[in-house]
């Protein structure tokens, strides 16, 4: 039978190792969910790699440092992910809209929408960092 520190060391584990796995878990469903097809056949990542794609050729390299600075505050893990989703998002603005070139405009609003709600007082911060003025966009942050 199993007594003292060992015990607690063997319970913690489990407890630890129960736990990562549940976060992991909880993550890779979610990665799951974004790939399933929607109606029209394509999956949100599907749409996502297809604006990038119709589009790369507008992104200069302005624009794609741009892009850059905009994404260095998520965290390392998460930032090709985010930036993969905010470059489909001005994409898909700048097919909508017929754009010859990603444009500053185009960027910073690709950025808003493409954020989550709740992270959009961390993305004035950082706007306000680069000195940009939300003012224009305003009804995209409410």
Do not use: N
């Not at 607690?8 to 399933?36: D, E, H, P, T, Y």
């Not at 302005?62 to 989703?85: G, H, M, N």
């Not at 954020?115 to 706007?127: A, N």
């Amino acid at each position: 039978m199993l007594t003292g520190w060992f015990l607690w060391f063997i319970l913690i584990w489990v407890v630890l190792f129960i736990g990562l796995m549940a976060i992991g878990g909880f993550f890779m469903f979610r990665k799951f969910l974004k790939r399933m097809p929607k109606e029209d056949g394509k999956s949100a990542m599907d749409w996502e790699e297809h604006y990038v794609g119709e589009t790369i050729h507008l992104w200069g390299d302005d624009s794609k440092a741009l892009l850059t600075e905009l994404v260095s505050p998520v965290p390392d893990l998460f930032r090709p992910v985010a930036k993969q989703k905010i470059a489909g998002k001005i994409g898909e603005l700048a097919l909508e809209e017929k754009a010859s070139s990603i444009t500053f405009d185009l960027i910073i609003r690709g950025y808003i929408i493409a954020s989550p709600k709740r992270d959009h007082k961390f993305l004035r911060k950082k706007l306000s960092q680069m000195k940009i003025d939300t003012t224009p966009y305003e009804q995209l942050l409410d």
